[in-house]
């Protein structure tokens, strides 16, 4: 493991561009491996993936998003720190989000997401998607082309969550200009797009906590007032802020799935036409494209952990206290679960078996809608098109493209590209 040993995955630009190749190589050497640069329990088997999200007791999500070093304040010591974390967990950020809580908080305030996301709502608000997505590519298509990321992904995963959520639609276009997302009309529009006031989550707690205290001071027959209405599993009713936490949270998380999933799952349909047709002739095979796209190339490589109490993983001795890296990624190129692992098999037998959504407590809430987004774009891009093409103008030929993805050690996305449609002949 020697070139391993030389690279920081955490912070060297090159991996985290190119990282599959770094991925592989770690994959066949060990299901789990503490990398000497900070002593990460880097975690790729599937097997042992799945361990660590499913025990909670021993991993805590607290600093999910922290990074390989974390300002704890604090050095832990002894077998069991779980003490010694709650008094030092308010240090993380995103603290007050739903994906760093351990049960049973985390508990209370996934069961308001879920009470949200309904079998219910999720079909009235598929009807959205599909109006929605025709009314994007109303705007796309007759142009011959877009740039994905931000012509329509962003402000399509965008509209959609604000739809879920009961947001009026005459609210909708504020929400894009606070996110800094043109909206779909203005696609066409050759001047600059609106200004970028806030990419984080601010605007989002102001604006859901506003409407949940107006829905109960005067409540309505939509979605907002029930979300406003809805309660924790004992019965009490949350803050305000607390409701305001989950909508946002779900906002943030389809902008960084959704729009990439969308942009990958783009990007290898226009750069195989043969695979392209397949789809176009069979939808039934776009559901599994969308598992394979996931399970190869899903927008989460990993994220953190910590080693609660002393313990096991693969063979490997972690100390309570160590970061614990679980990788998505690799888990999905495990060949002891997928056959033949690097080879994109819009076929494989067992390809929803991936865990680029997660895995038990902490498994995406929004998965089905992240699926039913793409779905539904790629349906209805394939049955208005008769080829989508890479633009060679942007990306360089077939043979020799050039792609720009995010530097995270975290996600994986592009960060634009471009298309180019073709809709007769």
Same mark, same amino acid.
């Given at each position: 493991m020697t070139e391993l040993r030389d690279v920081d995955y955490f912070r060297d630009t090159d991996t985290a561009l190119r990282?599959? #190749?770094?991925?592989?190589?770690?994959?066949?050497?060990?299901?789990?491996? =503490?990398e000497p640069t900070y002593g990460v329990a880097m975690v790729t088997g599937y097997d042992e993936a799945l361990t660590v999200m499913r025990d909670t007791d021993t991993y805590s999500a607290a600093p999910m998003i922290a990074g390989p070093t974390p300002d704890y304040g604090i050095e832990f010591t002894g077998d069991d720190i779980d003490e010694q974390l709650a008094a030092v967990r308010h240090r993380l950020p995103f603290n007050d989000q739903i994906v760093t809580m351990d049960p049973p908080l985390h508990t209370m305030h996934r069961a308001l997401i879920m009470g949200l996301i309904t079998p219910k709502r999720l079909k009235e608000n598929e009807d959205f998607i599909w109006q929605l997505t025709d009314r994007q590519l109303d705007v796309v298509l007759p142009r011959g082309g877009c740039e994905i990321v931000d012509d329509y992904a962003q402000p399509y995963a965008l509209l959609v969550v604000a739809d879920l959520l009961g947001v009026p639609e005459e609210d909708h276009a504020m929400l894009l200009a606070k996110a800094g997302v043109a909206?779909?009309?203005?696609?066409?529009?050759?001047?600059?797009? #609106? #200004?970028?006031?806030? *990419?984080?989550?601010?605007?989002?707690?102001?604006? &859901?906590? $506003?409407? =949940?205290?107006?829905r109960r001071r005067e409540p309505k027959d939509d979605v907002l007032t029930r979300m406003a209405h809805a309660t924790f599993p004992d019965g009490t009713l949350p803050e305000p802020l607390d409701g305001a936490r989950i909508a946002a949270n779900l906002f943030a998380a389809g902008q960084e799935t959704t729009v990439r999933l969308l942009a990958t799952a783009m990007q290898i349909l226009g750069d195989d036409l043969e695979l392209q047709q397949r789809l176009r002739a069979d939808h039934s095979l776009v559901p599994k494209f969308i598992e394979e796209v996931l399970r190869s190339q899903g927008p989460i490589k990993g994220n953190m952990r910590l080693a609660r109490r002393s313990t096991t993983l !693969?063979?490997?001795?972690?100390?309570?206290?160590?970061?614990?890296?679980?990788?998505?990624?690799?888990?999905?190129? $495990?060949?002891?679960?997928?056959?033949?692992?690097? *080879?994109?098999?819009?076929?494989?037998?067992?390809?929803? *078996?991936?865990?680029? &959504?997660?895995? !038990?407590?902490?498994?995406?809430?929004?998965?089905?809608?992240? +699926?039913?987004?793409? @779905?539904?774009?790629?349906? +209805?891009?394939?049955?208005?098109?008769?080829? =989508? *093409? =890479?633009?060679?103008? /942007? /990306? !360089?030929?077939?043979?020799? +493209?050039?792609?720009?993805?995010?530097?995270?050690?975290? &996600? @994986?996305?592009?960060?634009?590209? /471009?298309?180019?449609?073709?809709?007769?002949?």
């Open positions: 990282p599959y #190749p770094y991925i592989d190589e770690l994959v066949r050497e060990s299901t789990v491996w =503490i909206g779909p009309g203005s696609l066409g529009d050759t001047t600059a797009p #609106p #200004p970028k006031e806030h *990419r984080g989550l601010t605007h989002l707690y102001d604006y &859901f906590t $506003d409407r =949940i205290a107006q !693969g063979g490997v001795d972690i100390k309570a206290g160590t970061q614990v890296f679980v990788m998505h990624g690799a888990a999905g190129r $495990d060949p002891r679960q997928f056959e033949n692992p690097e *080879r994109f098999d819009v076929d494989r037998p067992n390809v929803r *078996r991936h865990v680029a &959504f997660g895995h !038990g407590v902490h498994t995406c809430p929004g998965a089905p809608l992240a +699926r039913s987004e793409v @779905r539904v774009t790629l349906e +209805r891009l394939l049955d208005r098109t008769s080829e =989508i *093409r =890479i633009s060679d103008a /942007h /990306h !360089g030929p077939a043979d020799a +493209r050039r792609y720009d993805y995010m530097p995270s050690y975290m &996600f @994986r996305g592009l960060t634009e590209l /471009h298309l180019e449609f073709v809709t007769e002949g």
